[in-house]
């Protein structure tokens, strides 16, 4: 901990000293419910036998629990256990179903006709845009949409932008930085109805939403694990059966997971993610009434501290738990320093430590400076009533006192 | 473990032995310990808060402890999700489009590059030098040779410092998987004199789902997983704290405790010199050679490696009959084939993978089914009878 003087400020520092921070940064990643820690546990120790030995007692239990684990993730997508494969992540399911899907295409054409065209949009995920931009540099054609201030993107916009020789459309189900759920539905069926594939990644609705692969159909859908209060380091990739999705896979070896992700299956953390979905399937709704509750909380205590408050992102839309607001005229990460006793952030921790706007405020037509001011909160199955409303008073009075400072020395007076 | 044993195996078993320690090891106590303090932890490493800085400390005293076990600086390690990963990388990212694998490489290896070149080994599974020489002499593009440290299924050694010797000389780059070798014998990047070097976790006492990739200083590589630029842009992916903390914590322990694999080396002699007095037929392959000191390839003449390993789980013994990964899919060995073997000793050999805690009363327990199953199998009447 730094200075634990700060708490003899009011309003500038920590008042709880020697603690770490209050936790709203559940975007960037959640912390392991202790239920599905237990779950985990027995598998890191006594059952530690490896899930494709498949001769001895030791290798089939793991290979048993990966299975109801695969059965728990596919259950609450509304999809086929065989329609699941686990990787290291969504990183992972996002290079694999984007980059897999199109140099699939490229190795088989369909009817003579090239398929080299994918769809995606500007505010995607670094992993879904940098995916794109390697197979741009493999000769594909890459569009990347830009969506509407809401973050939404525009329908006809996408169906303008879809030809004869688009393969594939990628996009987020819900934002990582705005928290916007886009139309899957609606997107779905355009896609569907012009034989293109659907790719959306799913790392931050995957058990926070509603999500039903047949019903959106959906073709393939990354997931995470570190984002559903699951442990890191897993994630899975859905692969729609029938019509069957075709992949290149991207590690090849030993031919686990159905040959499209080789490499010795980590049984506990395929454990960890099976559990928190079972957990989102019987707790989401009421999980989801919550975060709304307090989400509207703090946005209402801000609101009405802070002058010209502004939520970016749709405002119905939206996550149960993401915000995202800029607070006019005072920059983030000052915003951020003064508020040590909370952790929150700029946006996506993958760029949190870089000085540029974030490109996905840019993309709703912020102004550089005013993207600059982007603040992302979110809340979580384990933030409470009181530390909402510790974050309200914290940012609120250190965006007060930043701003005086600010007119101070705009004036020419001396900041104290 | 020992509730589930008579559902599998549809009777009684008394004593479970594990002696599948090629395939997966359990997790060291100082692993587990780094685990639980991580699992509890829930920042993101690329996140710059306090959650975010505490998770990245951690993450960084991780890369020491690992790069210690080959003594190499810790800007080298790339933290990826295992042994398999981390041989993709080290195969598709340098840009060389002429690869040399040897024949008896991990499938990870042999299935990243396809149309590699094929470096043929002798007899014991040892790399054909000349050839390797021979064959890099051919063809004046740069290339990258890919051979492992320790065999998976053999336990046999390769000369790594020969192979570097002759890679260099032509320069080509070196990518040697250690995954078999590390914590069982020691280890030194530079001895081992490779450009790439892969390392898995869960093989030395950590726990799955996390490897590395050693890289020499200055080596650029292109990603296999782009996106958020984590591990300096060459991995992308939130980075699997516990994982790598547990895969610290069981380095450290390997690395420490390495003299423990003469006890090893002892045992595994002992399995060998039992199955040889109870049959004169059987054949250890690799055995004239260098080989790790916990592994024994050993063939039943005219008994399926199938048949051998449901019996001796049966009895509650845990072997393989080969690499664990292509479990399922019963297909000959390309080890024992690359090494001469014969379709009948290809067919009944299994792996017998000795580790730490191995005991007496484990070997002991797998010469006694073995020994069952052999008279079996030879039509012979127990040894109370005979007697």
Redesign the interface.
Not at chain 2, 23 to 27: G, W
Not at chain 2, 46 to 52: E, F, K, L, M
Not at chain 2, 224 to 230: F, K, S, T, V
Not at chain 2, 323 to 329: E, P, V
């Given at each position: 901990m730094t200075s634990t003087g700060a708490t003899l400020r009011p309003g500038r520092g920590s008042a709880r000293p020697n603690a770490m921070p209050i936790y709203l940064d559940n975007q960037s990643s959640t912390r392991l419910d202790p239920r599905v820690l237990e779950a985990m546990l027995p598998y890191f120790t006594e059952q530690f036998g490896n899930p494709h030995s498949a001769s001895h007692a030791y290798g089939r239990v793991a290979a048993e629990a990966i299975e109801q684990a695969r059965d728990e993730v596919a259950a609450l997508i509304n999809a086929d256990p065989r329609e699941v494969i686990f990787t290291s992540g969504a990183t992972e399911a996002n290079n694999l179903a984007i980059k897999g899907a199109a140099r699939f295409a490229r190795r088989h054409p369909r009817d003579g006709q090239p398929r080299d065209h994918i769809v995606t949009l500007a505010t995607e995920h670094k992993c879904v845009l940098e995916s794109s931009r390697q197979l741009k540099h493999e000769g594909f054609t890459v569009t990347y949409l830009p969506v509407e201030s809401s973050g939404l993107v525009s329908l006809d916009a996408l169906t303008e932008a879809l030809t004869a020789r688009t393969l594939l459309v990628s996009v987020m189900a819900a934002h990582n930085e705005i928290g916007v759920i886009q139309p899957l539905t609606e997107i779905g069926e355009l896609c569907c109805s012009r034989g293109v594939l659907l790719h959306t990644d799913a790392a931050q609705a995957f058990g926070k939403i509603a999500l039903d692969v047949e019903a959106m159909h959906i073709d393939l859908m990354s997931i995470s694990g570190h984002k559903v209060y699951g442990p890191k380091g897993i994630g899975a990739l859905y692969i729609r059966r029938r019509p069957r999705v075709r992949l290149l896979p991207l590690i090849d070896g030993g031919g686990q997971e159905r040959d499209l992700r080789s490499g010795t299956l980590p049984t506990p953390l395929c454990v960890g993610i099976g559990c928190a979905a079972a957990i989102a399937a019987a707790e989401m709704t009421g999980e989801a009434a919550r975060l709304r509750h307090l989400r509207d909380r703090l946005q209402t205590g801000l609101s009405r501290r802070v002058p010209g408050l502004r939520l970016n992102g749709d405002a119905e839309r939206r996550l149960p738990g993401s915000l995202n607001f800029c607070f006019p005229g005072i920059p983030a990460l000052q915003l951020i320093e003064a508020c040590p006793g909370i952790a929150i952030s700029t946006g996506s921790a993958c760029t949190s430590a870089s000085v540029e706007p974030s490109y996905v405020l840019r993309a709703l037509g912020l102004s550089d400076t005013e993207a600059n001011t982007g603040i992302r909160i979110g809340l979580g199955r384990f933030t409470t009533p009181a530390e909402v409303d510790f974050a309200a008073d914290a940012l609120a009075a250190a965006a007060s006192r930043l701003a005086a400072e600010s007119g101070m020395v705009r004036e020419g007076s001396n900041p104290i | 473990?020992s509730g589930?044993?008579g559902r599998?195996?549809g009777r009684k078993v008394r004593t479970?032995t594990?002696l599948?320690w090629n395939?997966?090891?359990?997790?060291r106590p100082e692993a587990?310990a780094e685990?639980s303090s991580a699992?509890?932890h829930?920042?993101?490493p690329?996140?710059?808060?306090?959650?975010?800085r505490?998770a990245r400390q951690a993450m960084e005293r991780a890369r020491q402890s690992v790069g210690a076990l080959l003594d190499v600086r810790p800007e080298r390690i790339i933290f990826?999700?295992?042994?398999?990963?981390a041989?993709?990388l080290a195969l598709l990212g340098t840009g060389r489009d002429r690869v040399l694998v040897s024949a008896v490489e991990?499938?990870?290896?042999?299935?990243?590059v396809p149309e590699a070149e094929r470096i043929p080994v002798d007899r014991d599974g040892i790399v054909e030098l000349d050839m390797l020489d021979r064959l890099l002499a051919a063809n004046p593009r740069p290339a990258l040779v890919s051979v492992m440290l320790a065999n998976n299924e053999t336990g046999v050694m390769q000369p790594v410092a020969e192979i570097a010797r002759i890679a260099r000389g032509h320069d080509a780059l070196f990518h040697c998987d250690v995954a078999q070798a590390a914590g069982r014998i020691a280890l030194d990047a530079a001895a081992i004199g490779a450009d790439l070097v892969s390392l898995?976790a869960?093989k030395l006492g950590g726990?799955?789902?996390?490897g590395a990739l050693v890289v020499a200083g200055g080596m650029e590589l292109t990603p296999?997983?782009?996106?958020?630029?984590?591990e300096s842009g060459r991995r992308?992916?939130?980075?699997?704290?516990?994982?790598i903390a547990g895969f610290a914590g069981a380095a450290g322990a390997a690395a420490t405790q390495i003299a423990v694999y003469d006890r090893i080396r002892e045992l595994r002699d002992s399995l060998e010199a039992g199955i040889a007095a109870i049959a004169p037929d059987a054949v250890v392959l690799g055995a004239a050679v260098p080989r790790l000191p916990n592994t024994t390839a050993v063939a039943m003449p005219g008994v399926s490696a199938?048949t051998q390993?449901?019996a001796?789980?049966l009895d509650g013994v845990?072997?393989?009959?080969g690499?664990?990964?292509?479990?399922?899919?019963v297909g000959p060995s390309h080890v024992l084939q690359a090494m001469g073997a014969g379709p009948d000793l290809v067919a009944s050999t299994i792996r017998v993978s000795l580790g730490w805690t191995s005991s007496e009363t484990d070997i002991a327990h797998f010469l006694e089914a073995w020994a069952a199953l052999y008279r079996r199998c030879r039509g012979q009447a127990p040894r109370a009878r005979a007697a």
């Open positions: - | 473990m589930d044993a599998w195996s479970r594990y599948d395939a997966t090891t359990p997790l587990a685990i699992l509890t829930c920042g993101n690329s996140s710059v808060h306090q959650w975010g505490v990826v999700s295992g042994g398999t990963e041989n993709h991990h499938d990870s290896v042999l299935r990243a898995s869960h726990p799955p789902g996390i296999l997983l782009r996106g958020g630029g984590q992308a992916g939130t980075e699997n704290l516990p994982g199938e390993v449901i001796l789980d845990m072997v393989s009959a690499a664990a990964c292509s479990s399922g899919k």
